[in-house]
């Protein structure tokens, strides 16, 4: 089973680029499942059809579905949820409101995690692509098994005891109902579970993400971000796609001119900075690409002979690592001539540059408020040490 | 002092016409800050220069600012942060603690709190917020609500609880999980905060929203599901910006069927939408930076002053006709099978695709009973009974 996370801005066509994918990989004799992980879905309006939280068959092999948050969170966080609606409707709340209180803040990422899962583990499908919120979200999306696992895990434990030794008393003093062990069994299959599994899954080789970009510096800025912050919770992407390109037709219109000269110097900025990852082209279509057919066209001009669901390359393998020792970015630079190099730490982002070549690489927040300590290269790793925490500005090192 | 709210889908051009607005405004004299609450920043990336937690400035009467839930939290809240590291104390190292702080719900009550707290400073006369895309822009606006209820419900038992609490348990392992008395406050003290922010949103004197659009129907689709969702929260839009629009010196070629289908699309953006219309075209290159910004605010306001209020009219009115009283919510784009009207006490539940809110009645329809529900688009009229 593979499974591939589409992200990147808002507006770049990542919906149209995942179900372009998903309906290749079908048309090439995989079983296909497209998730819309998208609060407001458009996966259907690209598709021209109807959907719901249950998958459609929508060609030969080729599944979609949208995720239906209150349907997930219904059938899974029943039990949790019926309590909270309990203790509101105890506090005079209407039950309306009540359950509308009782969707709690992150429940639609949480849904969608519940919602791979079971569908990658059903063994109904070879490929499970999801259509992932913009930027801000996805990350949320991605981050919440490792959050849960670490924190509430914990924090749940914690409650479960507590309820236990206070409950008999709490009953009597405050009157409010008390959460039973059996919801936070629930609690516990969701995420020891659950999300315990998809953590697993995320990490593993069968999980690649693809990051969609159009050729203009915002979409590109923000995709660089959220590199970093895949890398730091070491999720694999696997190819860049460039999506809109206009093609050599377009640019003969006067207006389009500069935009597609621009476009080409962009094109060279997203291969160099997401090296060794894979970049994909697709020109801006005369037309909307809408329904299965366009879109399986679509998919072909994508990746041509390309495998979709393949692993289109690997992953650069820059890492964030913190623990009791302190802090450290590697980062692999294959043939570094130490000369060349120099580091250094402007606010948030640290700037590597080689031979008059610069990188930005945006620091994880924990690492703002330390100073570089030490510059390393060992074997063809660049390894930049993080000190205490130091006093704001820039620090520069250099080795 | 003036609230600009920005939201739009993911992608319209939210951050440039957010800045383009602020910097129009300098222009009028006004001082005005700039807040990105969108979580996925891009202020800094239409600047072309570095925009951080910290108020900067960036033209002569305008400050912009990247709200980060991290920054904010070590800042202002410390004792909810405190409670919680106690609480994680023996398993979680900071790290993790960190983590637990950038749990969804957390930015959006952050990003409420630097509304409120660019209004306390008295520094600026217009607050342009940049939002995210138009869902999480709804859990924000819906944030004050849940917390009012939960507050008026929950915080005193809480606050009693665990006051007879505490001696009980101390010395036990579960005695940690009581908070301390300074935890109360504090969270108090952020509720009044947020309270206020969410008079000042409900306000249609000063705040209003600008919805963002692309002329594609996918865009103009969702947007006026936006708007019907701003007028259910009550909030007040009182223009749409129609960006990217092809300049006429495009004359088809390659591209004679996106212009087709951008006609389509903005005849519907003027059909559906009860407030004006601005438009910006299509520029021939990327609007990166302060001057290009300007150049944007000029086509797009022109010489008026971008903070002025472009529409009076508010989302939810009452009026009274002939003995009849009716209430009229502005809800483009929602058919009616999609609406669920019910009074109850003194309250209407309505209840539009997959959103709620309750809203007060005016005294004098309270326990009359609802006569008929009209939907004469964009306008759902609720009409009471003798």
Excluded at chain 1, 161 to 179: D, K, Q, W
Excluded at chain 2, 367 to 384: K, S, T
């Amino acid at each position: 089973m593979r499974l591939l996370l589409y992200t990147g801005k808002g507006g770049v066509g990542k919906t149209t680029t995942a179900a372009a994918t998903g309906m290749l990989a079908a048309r090439r004799g995989r079983r296909v499942l497209v998730i819309s992980a998208d609060a407001a879905h458009s996966l259907g309006d690209v598709l021209c059809e109807r959907l719901s939280g249950e998958p459609r068959r929508l060609a030969p092999g080729f599944d979609a579905l949208e995720v239906d948050a209150r349907q997930v969170v219904e059938s899974h966080w029943g039990r949790v949820r019926a309590y909270l609606v309990d203790l509101l409707r105890y506090q005079g709340i209407d039950e309306v409101i009540a359950e509308e209180l009782a969707l709690l803040p992150g429940a639609e990422e949480l849904a969608t995690l519940v919602c791979v899962e079971e569908w990658a583990c059903s063994g109904d499908y070879d490929l499970i692509i999801v259509d992932c919120a913009p930027t801000g979200s996805t990350l949320r999306l991605v981050t919440l098994p490792e959050v849960a696992h670490g924190s509430l895990r914990w924090l749940l434990r914690l409650q479960r005891a507590a309820a236990y030794v206070i409950e008999p008393i709490a009953r009597g003093l405050v009157g409010a109902p008390i959460p039973t062990g059996e919801v936070f069994a629930e609690a516990d299959r969701l995420f020891y579970g659950t999300l315990h599994r998809l953590r697993a899954r995320l990490l593993s080789k069968e999980t690649s993400i693809r990051i969609v970009v159009t050729p203009e510096s915002m979409a590109i800025d923000e995709a660089r971000r959220s590199l970093t912050d895949l890398c730091l919770f070491q999720l694999a992407s696997d190819a860049v796609i460039i999506n809109r390109m206009l093609p050599a037709e377009a640019c003969r219109e006067v207006f389009f001119q500069e935009w597609g000269r621009m476009q080409v110097e962009r094109k060279r900025e997203v291969e160099e900075t997401f090296a060794p990852l894979r970049c994909l082209v697709a020109p801006l279509a005369e037309d909307e690409i809408l329904g299965v057919e366009a879109l399986a066209e679509h998919g072909e001009i994508l990746f041509g002979e390309l495998d979709p669901s393949s692993c289109l390359s690997e992953s650069p393998r820059l890492r964030f690592e913190r623990d009791k020792a302190g802090a450290r970015v590697r980062l692999p630079l294959p043939g570094l001539d130490r000369e060349t190099l120099d580091v250094t730490r402007v606010e948030d982002e640290l700037i590597i540059g080689v031979a008059g070549r610069r990188r930005k690489i945006a620091l994880p927040a924990g690492f703002s408020k330390l100073d570089i300590e030490t510059v390393v290269c060992r074997g063809e790793e660049l390894i930049v040490s993080f000190g205490a925490r130091g006093v704001d500005g820039s620090t520069g090192a250099s080795q | 002092m003036r609230v600009l709210l920005h939201t739009g889908k993911g992608g319209v051009g939210k951050t440039t016409l957010a800045l383009a607005t602020a910097l129009g405004a300098a222009r009028h004299g006004h001082r005005v800050c700039v807040l990105s609450t969108d979580p996925a920043h891009s202020l800094g990336d239409a600047l072309g220069e570095r925009v951080g937690p910290n108020p900067k400035r960036i033209a002569d009467g305008v400050y912009a600012r990247e709200i980060r839930a991290q920054v904010e939290l070590d800042r202002a809240w410390q004792s909810i942060q405190n409670w919680l590291r106690e609480l994680l104390r023996e398993e979680a190292d900071e790290l993790v603690a960190e983590e637990l702080l950038a749990f969804p719900g957390i930015e959006e009550l952050v990003a409420l709190r630097a509304v409120h707290e660019v209004e306390e400073t008295g520094d600026f006369d217009v607050c342009v917020v940049d939002c995210a895309p138009t869902g999480s822009t709804m859990r924000m606006l819906r944030f004050p609500d849940a917390l009012r209820i939960f507050m008026q419900h929950f915080f005193a038992i809480e606050r009693k609880g665990a006051r007879l609490l505490r001696p009980l348990v101390r010395g036990f392992e579960a005695g940690r999980l009581i908070p301390r008395e300074d935890f109360f406050d504090a969270f108090e003290r952020l509720y009044l905060e947020i309270e206020d922010v969410r008079q000042v949103l409900l306000d249609g004197e000063r705040t209003t929203a600008r919805l963002v659009v692309n002329p594609t129907k996918v865009i103009v689709d969702e947007t006026r599901r936006s708007f019907a969702y701003l007028s259910l929260y009550g909030i007040a839009t009182d223009s749409v910006l129609v960006n990217r629009v092809m300049p006429e010196s495009v004359g088809g070629g390659y591209f004679s069927r996106w212009l087709e289908l951008e006609r389509e699309a903005l005849d519907v953006i003027v059909e559906s939408f009860p407030v004006p219309i601005r438009r910006v075209s299509l520029r021939p290159r990327e609007v990166i930076g302060t001057e290009a910004l300007e150049e944007l605010a000029l086509e797009l306001f022109g010489d008026l002053d971008p903070a002025t209020r472009f529409e009076s009219s508010r989302p939810i009115r009452i009026r009274r006709e002939a003995g009849r009283t009716r209430l009229e919510i502005d809800l483009p784009g929602i058919t009616k099978e999609e609406i669920d009207v019910v009074a109850k006490g003194a309250d209407l539940h309505l209840r539009v695709r997959d959103a709620r809110r309750m809203i007060s009645l005016p005294e004098s329809v309270v326990g009359r009973p609802i006569e008929r529900v009209r939907l004469r688009p964009p306008v759902l009229e609720i009409i009471f009974g003798e």
